[in-house]
């Protein structure tokens, strides 16, 4: 049974009722499902429109899922986890009132100010975060629908911080996510398992990255998610490259298609860098990669995404280190990047570690 079904359950009853008002909460919720998701603001005033309509009406539940998808509009379109995290927290204090006892959404709530945390600043808050997934989990179960959401989270947090187990966790987030035959779920699924693959099982990701990116930009187009869909054809070129029954000049062909249309997408513009880096770095061409670096860096200048700028400037270092370059300057950006972050000490230590 869906967690979600008790709203079906409400719209049966307010179309029994013929309340005209009640039924008006699924055009707000609608409409906002359907604002493009490269229009965060558009996106987040419609739910912030229901929002309000639900609080005239005195339907605290409803007023509670137009918040959720504020949060995830917040966290994952406008990509401000300050922000986010905010509304989340406030929302985890409400619900632990008396009349949300039985109200579905609670978990997934929950799991919103967790992926806050998470790309705010996961190896600073790891502790408190592998605390709250383990808590969450216990109260998902495995058989939730939630449970995919909890996949997600756990995947992505593993993945920023760089875990080996990020492979394994985006492969159970996958088949989780194809056993409900949930496409929304299966293209972030595989978006993890590009990157992770790549990261962690190079001849893993020779053998599949051409299968999962193919895979990846039919359910990205399917669902309208443009940014993914970019991302794929950009893996999609990777596995050119690994292909040697493949000519460089496709390959290039698809990573300058992939690249062209990022252009339009709105800012932040940074799901694309890390398989653009992989394509340099798989012809074996650095100084393109040092300069794929700096692109995503100047991507994210201005929003609130401290922990990603320390990731990129590390991974600059790292191949300012390979070509034999001076590092001084880089190192005086991370360390002020870090300063501002709760991990301050492990970016300290990995700044150390150039110098062993």
């Known amino acids: 049974m869906s967690n979600w079904n008790w709203l079906q359950e409400f719209n049966d009853t307010a179309w029994e009722n013929r309340d005209i008002a009640r039924l008006q909460l699924f ?54 986890p300050t922000a986010a995290l905010k509304l989340a927290a406030k929302c985890v204090v409400e619900t632990r009132k008396p009349l949300y006892d039985n109200f579905p ?38 058989d939730s629908e939630d449970h995919r959401y909890f996949s997600q989270v756990k995947a992505r947090f593993l993945w920023t911080i760089d875990s080996p187990e990020a492979v394994d966790a985006a492969w159970d987030y996958l088949r989780m996510a194809e056993e409900d035959d949930s496409d929304h779920h299966v293209v972030f699924a595989l978006t993890y398992l590009c990157g992770t693959l790549y990261d962690y099982e190079k001849e893993a990701a020779k053998a599949l990255l051409g ?11 399917s669902e309208k998610r443009e940014r993914l869909e970019i991302n794929f054809w950009m893996w999609s070129a990777v596995a050119r490259l ?88 880089e190192e005086k950006r991370l360390r002020k990047v870090a300063s501002r972050l709760k991990s301050k000490g492990y970016w300290e230590a990995k700044i150390e570690s150039l110098a062993k």
């Not at 055009?27 to 229009?39: A, M, Q, Y």
């Not at 806050?116 to 495995?142: H, S, T």
């Not at 299968?211 to 187009?221: D, F, M, N, T």
């Not at 320390?310 to 001084?328: H, I, P, V």
């Open 105 to 142: 959404q609670k978990s997934v709530i929950h799991l919103d100010m967790v992926a806050c945390y998470i790309r705010l600043d996961p190896m600073g808050y790891k502790p408190q975060i592998e605390a709250a997934l383990d808590e969450v989990e216990k109260e998902c179960g495995p």
């Open 211 to 221: 299968e999962l990116s193919q895979y990846g930009i039919a359910v990205a187009k």
């Open 242 to 329: 690994f292909d040697e029954d493949q000519s460089s000049g496709e390959a290039h062909k698809l990573y300058e298609y992939a690249w062209r249309h990022n252009a339009r997408l709105a800012k932040p513009r940074n799901a694309i860098f890390g398989a653009a880096k992989a394509f340099h770095e798989v012809k074996g061409d650095f100084e393109n990669a040092l300069r794929i670096c700096q692109h995503a860096i100047r991507s994210i200048h201005g929003h609130d995404l401290d922990f990603e700028a320390a990731s990129w400037r590390w991974k600059k270092l790292e191949m300012l280190q390979q070509l034999g370059r001076d590092t001084s300057r």
């Open 27 to 80: 055009d707000h919720l609608f409409h906002g499902e359907s604002v493009s998701h490269e229009l965060p603001d558009e996106k987040f005033d419609a739910f912030e429109q229901g929002r309000v309509h639900a609080a005239h009406l005195g339907e605290k539940w409803w007023e509670m899922v137009f918040e959720f998808w504020k949060i995830q509009t917040l966290l994952y379109k406008k990509q401000d």
